[in-house]
């Protein structure tokens, strides 16, 4: 899922990494909404937003709103900074180190959350401000390691993909390509884990209330040691073979 | 490895970017009056009620005010019912006062970029207003009714500023 880049990722991994993001950042978007009364995935909106408090003159929000944008602009430059800089010397860590940042923003806000939040304006705007980051994180970490083929924060360039795939799909040249389909496969993957993880943190936080954020940590927190155990074994594996190599001549004798 | 480096050209363009964002979020918060939280706080009016979206085309013939009698069962369930003057406290509290001098006490705070208000009974659930206006003089509140008027109700509240207590004294 973390240690391939760019065109060497497979289907497969490209949904593993798709589905489990999406659903943790459908898990946060529904949640701030329920609890800020705001989005934090989608930021067409919030330009939207933007641009109807500048036209009204309420600088105020115009400036907080400016700000949740930059942030989130800001979490995909981080993210993709870090995988540019760091990807020559250590995949894993590299594409591991966004997910370990965009928890702890999680982590934070789920923390702050549940022992802290007095419900004042400052701290909504700041914890809004916090998700946002994590999620341009998130999103920046997809498209630049899936060669932009996997976005999971926001739908509305996916959902525009999907119709033009299932419109490609009406003819049978379109239908039988494997990569058509493999797109297709990924898209639908991604829809449905953001809107299950969306449907479940509604649920789930009627319930246990923002420890929801830790749960969309903990799934965050599956792809890094998914990835790390599966270089381990690869690892030990390798060891094992070498070991065996080392050993068969000593035993001819 | 050979460490890269960056043409200072690119690295002052960057910081260019970056410190322009910035000078426009502190100018743009600098030109607020007041912070929502801040301009909010103090004794309000209520002024009006009308619909912002009408029923129907029946409604439309008749104007958009609300009258008395749809007013009262608009807000038969909710927490504002038969308030006229609303008085926002800054530790939180919202103190709700009728024409016969009752006040019903409460909690607000202000969610998303300061656009939302929510009014907390205890009692019931949470009620939350589109807070579509907020200056010195002006408050209007929006919000969603499934009852008579099917559609948007808006709220105007004019604010009772202290010059006016000091002229009714005189």
Redesign the interface.
Same mark, same amino acid.
């Given at each position: 899922m973390l240690r391939k880049f760019s065109n060497s990722r497979t289907t497969k991994e490209n949904i593993q990494l798709g589905s489990l993001t999406a659903f943790s950042a459908g898990m946060v978007n529904v949640t701030s909404v329920i609890v800020?009364? +705001?989005f934090t995935s989608n930021v067409t909106g919030h330009y939207a937003?933007l641009a109807e408090?500048v036209s009204k003159g @309420?600088?105020?929000? =115009? +400036?907080?709103?400016? =700000?949740w944008i930059?942030l989130f602009f800001g979490g995909n430059f981080c993210s993709n900074l870090i995988i540019i800089?760091f990807n020559?010397?250590n995949t894993y860590l590299a594409h591991a180190a966004p997910l370990v940042i965009e928890a702890i923003c999680l982590l934070s806000v789920g923390t702050y959350g549940q022992f802290f939040y007095r419900?004042?304006? @400052?701290e909504?705007?700041v914890l809004?401000a916090i998700m946002l980051f994590a999620m341009g994180i998130q999103n920046g970490l997809t498209a630049s390691i899936s060669n932009f083929s996997v976005k999971t924060t926001h739908l509305t360039g996916l959902t525009t993909d999907v119709g033009l795939l299932t419109s490609m799909f009406t003819r049978k040249e379109y239908r039988e390509n494997k990569a058509l389909r493999a797109k297709a496969r990924v898209l639908f993957a991604i829809v449905t884990c953001y809107l299950s993880g969306g449907i479940f943190a509604g649920i789930v936080y009627q319930n246990i209330g923002f420890m929801v954020f830790y749960i969309a940590s903990v799934v965050i927190g599956v792809i890094i040691s998914y990835e790390y155990y599966k270089i381990k074994i690869k690892k030990m594996v390798r060891k094992k073979r070498r070991g065996q190599k080392f050993k068969t001549p000593v035993m001819s004798r | 490895?050979k460490k %890269?480096k960056y043409k200072p050209g690119i690295r002052a363009t960057y910081f260019m970017g970056f410190g322009s964002?910035l000078v426009?979020?502190i100018l743009?918060?600098a030109?607020?009056p007041?912070?929502?939280?801040t301009a909010i706080l103090g004794k309000w009016q209520e002024v009006s009620w009308e619909y912002e979206k009408l029923p129907g085309v029946q409604a439309a013939s008749l104007g958009k005010a609300i009258s008395h009698t749809a007013k009262n069962e608009i807000t038969r369930d909710l927490v504002i019912h038969e308030a006229e003057t609303w008085e926002f406290l800054p530790d939180?509290r919202l103190l709700l006062h009728n024409d016969k001098n009752r006040t019903k006490p409460m909690h607000w705070?202000? %969610?998303?970029?300061?656009?939302?208000l %929510?009014l907390d009974h205890g009692e019931v659930a949470p009620e939350?207003y589109n807070l579509q206006v907020l200056n010195d003089d002006e408050m209007i509140l929006y919000f969603n009714t499934d009852l008579q008027a099917k559609g948007i109700a808006k709220m105007k509240f004019k604010k009772i500023h202290h010059n006016n207590y000091a002229q009714k004294i005189q």
């Open positions: 800020f009364f +705001a937003i408090e @309420n600088w105020y929000q =115009a +400036a907080v709103v400016f =700000a930059f800089n020559q010397k419900e004042t304006l @400052n909504t705007e809004v | 490895m %890269k964002c426009l979020f743009m918060s030109l607020a007041a912070t929502p939280d939180g705070t202000l %969610k998303s970029r300061g656009n939302i %929510k939350h």
